[in-house]
């Protein structure tokens, strides 16, 4: 059976990234998002739920990432998960999920800081990309399914 390993993310970052270069001079880059959801609570209320997610970029992405983004600027992310796994201090085995990103877009506004820019940065984004939205499902389909 084959496998399928995809994660798509929108947040903020909650810290400015931390680069660093490997010894054969291969850049990773390392930051965190905040992705926010908003539901209905059984009492009525709206209650809101943060993850924070780790993400660790390579090369000429982790160059851009460290040099357009800072803490609380939002990002669109696509990558791949992978599990860390480590000992800590007490001997215990420890283990975290992390985002390898493979690909992301600029999200917000332009070069306004305000609006979540990149102040004067020398970076022109690219038109945004037009999704076409599924058809709507129809809820008599469910009588013509034959199983």
Same mark, same amino acid.
Do not use: H
């Given at each position: 059976?084959?496998?399928?390993?995809?994660?798509? /993310?929108? %947040?903020? /970052?909650?810290? &400015?990234?931390?680069?660093?270069?490997?010894?054969? %001079?291969?850049?990773?880059?390392?930051? #965190?998002?905040?992705?926010?959801?908003?539901?209905?609570?059984? $009492? %009525?209320?709206? *209650?809101?739920?943060?993850?924070?997610?780790?993400?660790?970029?390579?090369? *000429?992405?982790?160059?851009?990432?460290? !040099?357009?983004?800072?803490?609380?600027?939002?990002? /669109?992310?696509?990558? *791949?998960?992978?599990? $860390? #796994?480590?000992?800590? !201090?007490? %001997?215990? !085995?420890?283990? !975290?999920?992390?985002?390898?990103?493979?690909?992301?877009?600029?999200?917000?506004?332009?070069? $306004?800081?305000?609006?979540?820019?990149?102040?004067?940065?020398?970076?022109? =984004? #690219?038109?945004?990309?037009?999704?076409?939205?599924? =058809?709507?499902?129809? $809820?008599? /389909?469910?009588? &013509?399914?034959?199983?």
């Amino acid at each position: 059976m084959s496998s399928f390993n995809r994660v798509i /993310l929108m %947040g903020n /970052l909650t810290r &400015d990234p931390e680069i660093r270069q490997t010894q054969t %001079g291969t850049s990773i880059c390392r930051f #965190s998002i905040a992705v926010n959801r908003s539901f209905p609570a059984q $009492d %009525g209320t709206v *209650r809101d739920e943060t993850c924070f997610v780790d993400i660790d970029s390579f090369g *000429r992405t982790a160059e851009n990432i460290s !040099k357009y983004f800072s803490k609380g600027k939002p990002i /669109l992310v696509e990558g *791949r998960l992978r599990q $860390d #796994s480590w000992e800590d !201090k007490q %001997g215990q !085995k420890r283990t !975290k999920l992390v985002v390898v990103l493979e690909r992301f877009e600029f999200v917000g506004g332009g070069r $306004d800081s305000s609006a979540g820019g990149f102040d004067n940065a020398e970076y022109t =984004p #690219s038109p945004a990309r037009v999704r076409q939205q599924a =058809p709507a499902v129809q $809820d008599d /389909l469910e009588d &013509d399914v034959p199983f």
